[in-house]
């Protein structure tokens, strides 16, 4: 599974950012390995289920859509189709511009013709697309039960789903650009606390260290909280954007935090 | 109390609010993302009143479909059996949200009734995302969080070092919070996608 493969070295991350943090509060290194260990297996269950629940909210924008660009594609070629079977040949014949969404109507107007309607068309079935809309599966199991409709009632019926399919999908892209905007926004504030704690941390040395001799682990244990900070942040508010977590923000965020905090340490507070 | 069971404390306390997380995110899937009243279910609605109008046989195999894969919700599903076996709709029959108080969304004026739906869908989710910048407080909360161990760590190098060993709850708290706004989004969004 490809977000399994996310969970665990987003995973890593963190524990790995944890453990240092807890090997910087105490020089137990038994004590730390152990809370890591406790800690790495409920931070993948969590960043899994995340992960699960982000990528089917994605598929259901791709699901309504789909389901519009099929209803779409119906009506246009209810004129010339007189029945539900070839009506769907003909969708499937549309040629496809390799969008997400025209691929899943392929698949699932493939697995239509294939499953119930026309048992000849054996590899057609691009494996039939996993619809996580209910209302997506509903109208596409209503197709399947339904193969004896004739032009005026098949007209109705895609009329009355076009009306639906256009909420839907003009609802979802709305939805979408608000959630971009939003993204950017929350982008930004990521990229400033970050820089800010790079900021914050840097000064607080130069300006203490003429003054104060043993701070070492005291200025490790709060860069490595700072570090372990920004991971919780970043790794886990990527839910909230309804995107998958990218190692591009974790490194980015990193290394403006390095560069702020790391760098000329007498240069140019 | 020594640092070990600070440390000791601190992973409790993660792994407890792992699960509840775990567990709130089971929740939210089980009832297939919707919460509360979904303006989009009462669109669905109309239009399989629609399809019921127009073609009662579609009407009566969308009723009969495998009841146990519960791709409508319940309220929908016992309404389709209702209207298959000629049972007449009434309004009052259904909880509306607070928008569709004023008027009955089965008259005949359907275009009418399209285009409003429509814009209070959209005027809803707005307002119900945006307007009252939860997501703005949000940011603002977790930026907060994010800054405050600076104050925290500035008081404990200047006058008491003690105060360094409470940094892993600090730590599980920060932890804990950001799951639960975490699940208070994801719901804010999931109700609007049915």
Known sequence: ?269 | MSSESVIILSSILMAIFSAIFDHQLKELRKRNFTTGSNPLLFKMLSIMRHVHQNIPSSFIALARLDSSRQILPSQLRSLAWKLSLGYRLETKTLDLPPFMGFFDPFTRNEQKINEHMFQEIIGDLRRRLFTTNIRNIITLIITGITITPVIVIISALFYQKGILEVLPIVTSLFYGIVLQLIVVVLKRYASVLI
């Open chain 1, 1 to 269: 599974m490809a977000f399994a493969g996310k969970a665990i070295s987003l995973t890593l991350v963190f524990a790995s950012n944890f453990f240092l943090f807890l090997f910087s509060m105490t020089s137990n290194f038994f004590l730390s390995f152990s809370c890591s260990l406790t800690t790495i297996f409920f931070v993948y269950i969590v960043v899994k289920g995340c992960i699960e629940v982000v990528t089917e909210l994605t598929e259901r924008f791709t699901d309504y859509e789909a389901l519009h660009l099929f209803v779409t594609k119906s009506i246009k070629s209810l004129g010339y189709q007189r029945n539900l079977l070839s009506l769907l040949e003909e969708v499937y014949k549309t040629p496809c511009k390799g969008s997400e969404a025209q691929l899943k109507i392929r698949g699932i107007v493939g697995g239509l013709l294939y499953k119930k309607i026309l048992k000849v068309k054996k590899k057609n079935s691009s494996g039939a697309a996993k619809l996580s809309s209910p209302l997506t599966r509903l109208v596409f199991s209503l197709l399947e039960k339904l193969d004896s409709f004739d032009e005026a009632s098949l007209k109705n019926f895609m009329t009355s789903l076009h009306d639906l399919t256009l909420s839907l999908y003009l609802n979802a892209k709305k939805l979408r650009e608000l959630i971009a905007v939003e993204r950017l926004k929350h982008r930004v504030l990521q990229i400033a606390s970050s820089m800010t704690l790079g900021f914050v941390i840097k000064t607080f040395f130069v300006f203490t260290r003429f003054s104060y001799t043993n701070l070492t682990s005291n200025v490790l244990t709060f860069v490595s909280l700072a570090l372990l900070s920004i991971t919780i942040f970043t790794t886990l508010t990527c839910a909230i954007q309804l995107r998958h977590p990218s190692f591009k923000d974790l490194t980015l965020c990193f290394t403006l935090f390095a560069a702020l905090a790391c760098l000329p340490l007498n240069g140019w507070v």
